[in-house]
């Protein structure tokens, strides 16, 4: 299909590149989910990679989505336990092809509920990462007791220095204040202790490069996970493998405390007569904590824009990863992050910082 | 006062030694709290470590507790902010005396609420880690959907290595034989997934050395932090940095999603008709969830029983952390440590696996 068909078929300018083939129950949930996003954001165009035998009987139920969107045939899909080292050799996959899009200038985002391993290893060799920042970083927008906040890395860097942290701390930053539209965002590091000697030694480097950056970041020190939920800092910052572990912490006793509740109430007749009452309370505090609702993980540091969904969520829950790219999109996220990282040399300030305790 | 004098004071052969002056509220939270130990425990008799000025002011509003308590007078404490290389030269303080009073066989456990890093620096110098035990572990158990776990490290040690990681995983074996009444746990590794491939290279290598440890154990590989609170794994190993970091992840959440519920009753007039039949089950809900009767974590690897409670509990959770200790006494869980370990050789067995892999 040539370049030049594409442009007239997807003639909106705002056009986000979907792998129709990740996540558990692909490619129904995909497209489910594409027919609730496409009705929120009449202004974006689909490009849907995938198996056409599979795609098509599916989409073809959704007549108002199959208008937006574009299916691209491919044969090959990235499967949940493929390394990283040969999903990136493959470029014949929907995952591969989805985000080779972005590169090419055919859509803006990319959005996959597949192995996050191979999308941050694909996007990193694909679309690349932007000048003077070292690592990507994957972030979501999480839940507290009276709004929400950025938090990063999530598990793209199982590793990270002090510099690696110091430049999430900058990202997370910026995003803070265009999604959560915050002036100056509280930054924090996570931390099992808010005394400064604590915990691990890249972490208080990292500290101390944030606090010389001239970035003019509103740095509070550390924060402990137990601290997280209270809203007194808007951007948390952690090395993947310490991020995904609290994310995983915070998700995995939501379900336990809600399936408690279910168990309780249903072994007590009493509860269940006050249940009317207590319905809408019980949804409003599901519907805080519901997980679809902060589905769609941002791997910000690239030039463009991965979007990651979970695996297992439903239909709902890949609508609202699409709407976050459709967000983030309209607000230029990626150039702002560019341009503003331009004027900030972290290297030179963590030599300068290394120097200086010597 | 001589040693002849105390073991006639302290007839009972079960002593717990307290640091009377550690934790937020000291000491009268500790001292109310052993009023409510002392009830449970009428075995029990308690040498309290503290200033007498303030303690026996208030010990002598518990005639009861005063008869089975023998206060030792010191004028130091160690404070929050005092850092483990300052406490170990300060013998005089009440947590130094009280561990030492283990160590010199006056009491069988010392119960403190102070500076966890003090804890157990001075418990580490004083009473030495066991042999064949490189590194002793904090140790919890945590409630998850249908009966409990048993966690570590929680915080004594924030790098490990491989061997670290296996010596936890067999102390923890043990731990959960012996308080859960398991015949033989099934012992998982934290990681931020469960495929082999995933996480840091010593989780991985601790994998290894698990498998071949000839210990019996039921080692069933990795588990996600969503996954703690399903039940599956009896005994979860991890760093000291991964566990503190998981376990205040778990607290924090808790608390959100309990205080979402009344935030949200509060606001909703219907939900107040309901609220007296829902009592009985939001009452057990808070009762499984609440760390109060999950306070008193242990330290396990040394020669002797330390046991560390909440700084910011009240008496009823400095109770429990009491009861949690005079029971690892009555099971002579220090000898079974000792005893069972003293058969492993993890140090050469990781050496034969290193020698095999390459």
Known sequence: MSHIYMEQVLSSNLVISIDAMGGDNSPRVVIEGLA????????????????????????????????????????????????????????????????????????????????TGALMAISKIVLRTITKIHRPAIVSIMPHRNGKYVMLDLGANTECDAINLAEFALMGDILARHTLNLEKPRVALLNIGAE??????????????????????????????????????????????TGNIALKSVEGTAKLVVRLLKDSIKHSILAKFGLPFMLGVMLRVKKTMDPRLYNGAMMVGLNGLTVKSHGGTDALGFSVAVNNAANLVRQNFVATIKSEIENVDLDELSQEILYDMY
Do not use: W
Not at 210 to 230: A, L, Q, R, V, W
């Open 36 to 115: 609730i996003a496409a009705k929120k954001n009449p202004d974006v165009r689909f490009l849907l990679f995938g198996d056409e035998a599979k795609v098509m009987p599916i989409l073809t139920q959704f007549p108002a989505l199959q208008k937006v969107c574009e299916v691209r045939h491919c044969t090959e899909m990235v499967h949940n336990e493929d390394k990283p080292s040969q999903v990136i050799r493959n470029k014949n996959t929907s995952m591969y092809m989805a985000i080779d899009a972005v590169r090419k200038g055919e859509a803006q985002a990319i959005v996959s509920a597949g192995n």
């Open 196 to 241: 400064e000697m604590k915990g691990k030694e890249e972490i208080r480097q990292a500290a101390k490069i944030i606090k010389h950056s001239h970035m003019n970041i509103d740095f509070i020190g550390y924060i402990e996970p137990h601290e997280m939920s209270n809203g007194v800092a808007d951007v948390i910052v952690a090395d993947g493998f």
